[in-house]
C-alpha cells in the first residue's frame, strides 16, 4: 500500500466518523497504536492482510482509502453488505492447529458461524472457496515464518481429491492436529508431513499407520493474530 499523508488523513475520518479511539481501531485491525499513528501521519503503510481487516471490519472503500475518489463506504452506507457477498465458516474457538509436535483438540461443541466478505479473498488472491470453510488458530512455530503462532487460518474441507503436492494441510493423526505441508506418495503408501522451520525435522506415517490418519482440510488463507 503506498505511504502518503492523504490516505493518514483518512483514517482520521474513518476514526472520526466511527467514534472510535485510536487503540481500540488498532486493536481491531490487529496492529497497535504506535503503528497506526505512523500510518496517520504518512510514515508508514498497512500490509495487505490488514488492509483487508480494516476495510471488512469498517466496509471501506478501497478506492477511496486509497485516492480520496468516490464514497468512504462500499454501496455508499455503512450497513453489513448482502449476504450473497459472504463466504460462511465456522470457527472452531477452541481448536490450535499445532505447527510443531502435535496438538490434541478438536471439538465440535466449541464452534462457532463466521461470515466473512468475498472482498477479501478476491483482494489477497486467493479467489472463492467451494465449500464453507473451517477457521482455527495455529500454535506454535513450525510453520515459521510462514505461520505464526496465534495466527488465524482458513481450511477448505478436504473431499476425497487429489492432494495438492507441497501445499499446506490441517491433518489428524489419532488424535493430535497438524499444520504442515504434505506430500503424498500413495504407490507407498505413505504421508510425509513437512515443517518450513528447519529446527523441525520432517514426520512420516506409513502403512497400519494410515488407518489413523486423516486430512481434514487444505490451508487457504491466512490473517495475522491479533
Do not use: C
Amino acid at each position: 500500500m503506498a505511504i502518503n499523508k492523504q490516505i493518514g488523513d483518512r483514517i482520521s475520518q474513518i476514526l472520526m466518523i466511527n467514534k472510535i479511539k485510536q487503540s481500540q481501531f488498532a486493536s481491531k485491525i490487529g496492529i497497535n497504536q504506535g503503528h497506526l499513528s505512523e500510518v496517520i501521519a504518512g510514515k508508514k503503510g498497512f500490509t495487505n492482510e490488514k488492509l483487508a481487516s480494516l476495510i471488512e471490519i469498517y466496509n471501506i472503500d478501497l478506492n477511496w482509502l486509497l485516492t480520496g475518489e468516490g464514497e468512504m463506504y462500499r454501496g455508499g452506507v455503512t450497513e453489513k453488505q448482502s449476504s450473497s457477498d459472504l463466504i460462511k465458516s465456522t470457527y472452531f474457538e477452541e481448536v490450535m492447529a499445532s505447527a510443531g509436535n502435535g496438538l490434541i483438540n478438536y471439538e465440535e461443541d466449541t464452534k462457532k458461524s463466521l461470515e466473512v466478505s468475498a472482498w477479501v479473498f478476491n483482494t489477497l488472491g486467493v479467489g472463492l472457496p467451494k465449500n464453507e470453510l473451517h477457521t482455527i488458530r495455529v500454535f506454535g512455530d513450525s510453520m515459521a515464518p510462514l505461520l505464526n503462532k496465534g495466527d488465524i487460518v482458513f481450511v477448505e474441507p478436504h473431499r476425497n481429491g487429489d492432494i495438492l503436492e507441497g501445499e499446506i494441510y490441517v491433518v489428524r493423526f489419532e488424535s493430535e492436529i497438524f499444520i504442515k505441508k504434505l506430500q503424498h506418495f500413495p504407490q507407498e503408501e505413505r504421508i510425509r508431513l513437512l515443517s518450513i522451520n528447519p529446527d523441525y525435522e520432517p514426520m512420516e506415517f506409513k502403512g497400519a499407520e494410515l488407518e489413523n490418519f486423516s486430512v481434514i482440510g487444505r490451508v487457504i488463507m491466512r490473517l495475522g493474530g491479533v
